[in-house]
C-alpha cells in the first residue's frame, strides 16, 4: 500500500513569514495529493489538491508543488496569519483506488 | 447540503458494552468512507463503500468491529465488545463518484473506560 511521509512535524513561524511542508509518497502509480487542514476540536478539511498531470497549484495564499519523478509533493502558506495555525495533513491516493493514505500531519503555529 | 453528518458527537462507554457510531453522507455521493484518528497512528482508514457495498474493509483492525451501509444515506460502524484502545475519533467521510475529495463529518469522539 501507500506510504505517505510528512515532514516537519511541528512548524513555528513569525505572522507574515511563509510556512512549507513536504511529503513523500512510495507508490509511483499515486495520481492525486491533497491537502487538508484541521483546526482543533474540527473535521478535517481540504484547502487543495493536485493532480499528477499538474506540476503547480496556487490558490490565494496557499499553492501546492509536485515533483512526480522524486515522488514528492510540498504545501506552501505565504504571508502567514493566526488563523493559519492548524494540522495540517497532506495524502495521496493510488491510481483507480479511492483510499486516501494520510501522513502523520503537521502542527503549524503562527506567532502574531 | 447540511455535508457529512455523524452522531454522536461524543459517546464515553464502559469497556464490554456494544458502541454504534451513524454517519449520513452527502446526497449524491457514492463514496463512504470510515476513519479513526489517534495521537499514536493517524488518521486510518478502517473500510470504504462504494453504493453502499464494501469494497475494502482490511484496516478494519479486530473482529470486534463491523460496518454496514444499508442504503445510499446511512451507514454505522459497530465495535462489540469495546475495548479502552478502541477509545479515538472517528470520522465518516464522503466522496462523489470519479472526484477524489473526501467531504469529513464532524466526529464522533469515543472514550472507553
Known amino acids: 500500500g501507500e506510504n505517505v511521509e510528512q515532514h516537519p512535524s511541528t512548524l513555528s513561524v513569525q505572522e507574515g513569514d511563509s510556512a512549507v511542508i513536504k511529503c513523500t509518497y512510495s507508490?509511483?502509480?499515486?495520481?492525486?495529493f491533497p491537502w487538508y487542514k484541521q483546526e482543533l476540536g474540527k473535521r478535517p478539511q481540504l484547502i487543495i489538491d493536485?493532480?499528477?498531470?499538474?506540476g503547480e497549484k496556487k490558490d490565494q495564499r496557499i499553492a501546492v508543488t509536485l515533483n512526480k519523478t522524486a515522488k514528492h509533493f510540498s504545501l506552501h502558506i505565504t504571508e502567514t496569519q493566526p488563523e493559519d495555525s492548524a494540522v495540517y495533513f497532506c495524502?495521496?491516493?493510488?491510481?483507480?483506488?479511492?483510499?486516501?493514505?494520510f501522513g502523520a500531519g503537521t502542527t503549524v503555529t503562527v506567532r502574531a | 447540503d447540511a455535508g457529512v453528518i455523524q452522531s454522536p458527537r461524543h459517546e464515553v462507554t464502559e469497556m464490554g458494552q456494544e458502541v454504534t457510531l451513524r454517519c449520513k453522507p452527502i446526497?449524491?455521493?457514492?463514496?463512504l468512507f470510515w476513519y479513526r484518528q489517534t495521537m499514536m497512528r493517524g488518521l486510518e482508514l478502517l473500510i470504504y463503500?462504494?453504493?453502499?457495498?464494501?469494497?475494502?474493509d482490511s484496516g478494519m483492525p479486530e473482529d470486534r468491529f463491523s460496518a454496514k451501509m444499508p442504503n445510499a444515506s446511512f451507514s454505522t460502524l459497530k465495535i462489540q465488545p469495546s475495548e479502552p484502545r478502541d477509545s479515538a475519533v472517528y470520522f465518516c467521510?464522503?466522496?462523489?463518484?470519479?472526484?477524489?475529495?473526501?467531504?469529513f463529518g464532524s466526529g464522533t469522539r469515543l472514550t472507553v473506560v
Open positions: 495524502a495521496a491516493d493510488p491510481l483507480n483506488d479511492y483510499k486516501l493514505s
Open positions: 467521510a464522503s466522496s462523489p463518484t470519479g472526484y477524489y475529495g473526501y467531504t
Open positions: 507508490d509511483s502509480a499515486s495520481n492525486y
Open positions: 493536485i493532480r499528477s498531470n499538474v
Open positions: 463503500f462504494n453504493n453502499n457495498v464494501p469494497i475494502d
Open positions: 446526497s449524491g455521493h457514492d463514496y
